[in-house]
């Protein structure tokens, strides 16, 4: 016993010419029913695509009618039937059914359109995310970031780093104190962890070398905005005997590998979306804090609230910037680099000849921050000294402190959100459309 | 300006013909330094493992002879010199050195031993974890997990599966109520999710069709023992158009694959660790629950507690039937079918003729229960009845409820612990040994 006789083929696996005459079984959503008289179209849907079951009254048996009379869109179905090339059908052919079956029948009405024909407002749709998802449009989005994911993956694998699992229960602030989710740990208070970082980096004490890991992260942060999700999914790397310079090469070709594989592989998926991907140039351009300082104060007139040293980058200025070398560089993607120590963590290293500014980065695409990075400090006494002079207690930092007496190796990494980098990739209007049951402010389900 | 300089190889990279007489340069760590009068041989370790220096006090720079005298044991260090292929060195090479830098010093003493002469207690290993991974036996358990997940995540791909990151913080439980870890979300109550069970099936009903998932689960269980963790690695996947016995090939051939994997890549990791990996054989050998009670009642007299239809298989009888089960067949892997329909969650599926039974299943190793997994039930007014039958409210489980009233295909799935997986393969003695940094009912820290 088994189901796999539900199905043959994927829609989208059937090639009109080298199957045609084929009997094959096709399992998925009855997304369209057209009654023309004598013959109707039914459209059965799958994650692949969509097939058109052709039903010539004259020639089925009355019962087969009878069925596709009867059958409320988002029935699941099962068609078996001979494929037949036709240029004008979707996919370049139709199926001519032999024997039509409901598996599952769907109420109506629906609860939300999925034929595209209508728009819905973002919250029914994610409070329908079931049916949401099953627009083609959303399908394509997880498709490509399952593609997204193992072009990542590749990218580490092939330049030996070693996927790790670190915990998100943690006793410890990553970086002291806000934002932080408690949890009832027995009868302890613990946190959901923001950042890999302190695991990361004592791994780099443990010896492992080079670690990555794509896993959740969680900030309590309030404000409700496009671009912000309270539980996101982060891209963590950290490598050993390298610099903030041998990472940002790193990422950049990271970025350019996966740009590269959606293309070769999810041209169907980006055809859905209309989009077409422009592979970002290597490599990326880098300017430093000062600079962008600089073209802010000086160059860009449109930008209202003027910078001074130390001050980070406001929503404004970082998207007029962004437009400023688009239209420059016709890059999207680029680097700010050499940010001021005091504007980083307390683990980002300091130029030796330079302290007030470290060896840090963000990187960044037109749209916004995708990821931040640098060197880290290795040295056990510089990195107490920035603890303090953030003002947090070493003491609270002791288990992440003990490694870096016993043999730290030089260290640097970054972290990238996933899904901004899905949302840049698909210029999507909101975060949370790149995530599948998206966490915020105010949304806990389903 | 680049770090890059420090290393041209790992130390497993060298192919001591090939390198001969080639200048190369190590990063990593002291691991020993053994002064033997005219000679001092320094061990160099990375995580693909050692390189000997050889220093002929006589042939070298008396500065780095300095530098080697006072040098401490796990400080990182970096060498640059020339192989020597000498077949009596670990790996069949040495290193002849022509500088020699220590990056940085390590405190004297140790926290503990990483040279596998001392044994510690998995406490203390557990509080010096960064320490303790530097042991080779313990580099060698994450690099075959890396593996183990790579070749998990290559099968899915290859058969079709998408992959999918669901929510960790949720507002119901997935089962109902207990062992669940409380988070404050803003002003609201929620919780860590026990399992993603209720998205993936949601998924289906949204047409992703097959997806997997690898990534942390929680489980505010209060015993503390070898083989349980409160924060878990769960490798989930949900597959429609299939039931349980679709899902048990899929999972047996996956079993089968990763061992094929780690022994065709870990083989040194293997050696490291003492271990030959024997295959399991295919197809695993099915037992169904009725027939393992008549094993346990009738075969095996040192089971103390005989078991009546709907009891739990405890924990000494699942071991002796493990135990039997190998001896008869050879094979440590098994399933343990048709479980009785009470003592499997409200998703799972009776049979249509015999509703007492359910399609379900455990993936057992002769060590523990590795997996399980069912066809679930995909008819809502089914669902309901069984949710109201284990004394639940469906209301609670609206949001799950919903995709099942407009298109839910019939699916099956399961669940498989991924520590327990590494654990069983690797036959470890503690669940810990399998997580960087675990978490237990005592430990939240490092």
């Given at each position: 016993m088994s189901l796999k006789a539900l199905r043959t083929h994927f829609t989208g696996e059937i090639n009109p010419e080298a199957d045609n005459g084929q009997t094959v079984t096709l399992s998925g959503w009855a997304h369209e029913i057209r009654d023309l008289g004598g013959i109707t179209f039914l459209v059965l849907r799958d994650r692949t695509g969509r097939a058109q079951v052709t039903i010539l009254k004259k020639k089925v048996d009355p019962e087969l009618l009878e069925t596709v009379k009867r059958m409320s869109r988002e029935s699941v179905i099962t068609v078996t039937g001979t494929i037949k090339a036709e240029p004008k059908a979707p996919n370049g052919y139709e199926l001519m059914p032999e024997s039509i079956t409901v598996v599952t029948v769907a109420e109506s009405p629906l609860p939300m359109d999925t034929t595209g024909k209508v728009d819905a407002e973002l919250d029914t749709r994610l409070d329908n995310r079931f049916m949401d998802l099953r627009r083609e449009e959303q399908t394509a989005v997880f498709v490509i970031r399952d593609t997204v994911q193992a072009a990542i993956r590749d990218f580490f694998r092939e330049n030996k780093f070693v996927e790790t699992t670190t915990s998100k229960i943690v006793a410890a602030a990553t970086e002291g104190g806000t934002d932080l989710f408690p949890i009832s740990y027995f009868d302890r208070e613990a946190f959901l962890n923001q950042s890999p970082q302190l695991f990361k980096q004592m791994l780099m004490s443990a010896g492992l070398d080079r670690v990555y890991e794509i896993g959740p992260i969680f900030r309590a942060e309030e404000h409700d905005t496009r671009k912000h999700l309270n539980e996101a999914t982060s891209i963590d790397i950290e490598m050993s005997f390298a610099d903030h310079e041998d990472v940002m090469e790193l990422l950049e070709n990271m970025i350019v590998y996966i740009y590269e594989q959606v293309v070769e592989k999810c041209q169907k998926s980006l055809a859905v979306l209309e989009k077409e991907l422009q592979i970002p140039k290597l490599p990326f351009n880098k300017y430093t804090y000062e600079q962008v300082l600089d073209i802010i104060n000086n160059e860009i007139p449109e930008i209202e609230d003027k910078m001074q040293f130390g001050d980070d980058i406001g929503t404004q200025a970082e998207h007029l910037f962004g437009?400023?070398?688009?239209?420059?560089?016709?890059?999207?993607?680029?680097?700010?680099?050499?940010?001021?120590?005091?504007?980083?963590?307390?683990?980002?290293?300091?130029?030796?000849d330079r302290p007030e500014i470290s060896k840090s980065f963000d990187m960044m695409h037109r749209m916004m921050e995708l990821s931040s990075g640098a060197q880290r400090i290795h040295q056990y006494d510089l990195l107490v000294e920035r603890i303090e002079a953030k003002?947090?207690?070493?003491?609270?930092?002791?288990?992440?402190?003990?490694?870096?007496?016993?043999?730290?190796?030089?260290?640097?990494?970054?972290?990238?959100?996933?899904?901004?980098l899905i949302m840049t990739m698909l210029e999507l209007d909101n975060i949370r459309e790149a995530v599948l049951f998206p966490r915020d402010r105010k949304r806990l389900s389903p």
């Open positions: 437009e400023y070398v688009f239209n420059k560089t016709g890059e999207s993607h680029y680097f700010i680099i050499d940010w001021p120590t005091e504007t980083k963590p307390f683990y980002a290293m300091p130029y030796e003002g947090l207690n070493p003491d609270g930092f002791d288990f992440y402190l003990k490694p870096f007496r016993f043999g730290m190796p030089p260290h640097a990494g970054f972290g990238v959100g996933a899904e901004r």
